[in-house]
């Protein structure tokens, strides 16, 4: 990414953040089909996954529509898809996942990638927050994505967790009411 390009990404994270923080994220609701937004997204992330040598994948798609802000539902699974792209080694894999659990929209993003120590686990989702593994593979970024998708995640009334093996790669879920709580 171009200097000037990255700058005004990290401006629009820090701006999506402040904005979160303050309770007055801009959300346009309406409904959002998840299955052709993962499609979306899967299209979207195929060529960055190419170029790293890592399959990029998608689980069965069933329809789930739920009231939402499509861009910031995107956004969100970009960020993770960029993040288990970024931290999988060439040869692995990272597939996203989509699936109903009772009153919930659940997607996952899991990878083969390098993993998270469990005391880091948490601290991810923390703002410039990287972990050591991350850093020291010389990869961009500027540890605002997962918090973003964090605080996507929760003004949609939702929550996201992680589950991950240090060097074997980690499990990003996201759950999303179906019902409108934001």
Not at 91 to 116: C, K, N, P
Not at 133 to 151: P, W
Request: hydrophobic share 40%; with cysteine; aromatic share 4%.
């Amino acid at each position: 990414m171009r200097p000037v390009a990255r700058i005004a990404h990290l401006v629009d994270g820090l701006l999506l953040l402040s904005r979160a923080d303050a309770g007055v994220l801009r959300m346009d609701r309406q409904p959002v089909d998840l299955a052709p937004l993962v499609t979306d997204v899967c299209e979207h992330m195929q060529v960055l996954a190419e170029a790293r040598g890592v399959t990029l994948d998608r689980g069965p798609l069933p329809p789930i529509t739920l009231q939402g802000d499509r861009q910031h539902l995107r956004r969100l699974l970009v960020n993770l898809v960029d993040n288990g792209i970024k931290y999988t080694r060439a040869g692995g894999r990272v597939t996203l996942g989509l699936r109903q659990d009772g009153a919930w929209a659940v997607l996952g993003v899991s990878d083969t990638g390098i993993g998270l120590a469990p005391e880091e686990r948490e601290r991810v989702f923390q703002r410039f927050y990287r972990a050591p593994a991350a850093v020291s593979r010389g990869e961009e970024g500027s540890g605002l994505g997962l918090c973003i998708a964090r605080s996507i995640a929760e003004a949609h009334g939702g929550s996201i967790q992680v589950g991950s093996a240090e060097g074997h790669g980690s499990t990003f879920t996201v759950f999303l009411p179906l019902a409108d709580k934001g």
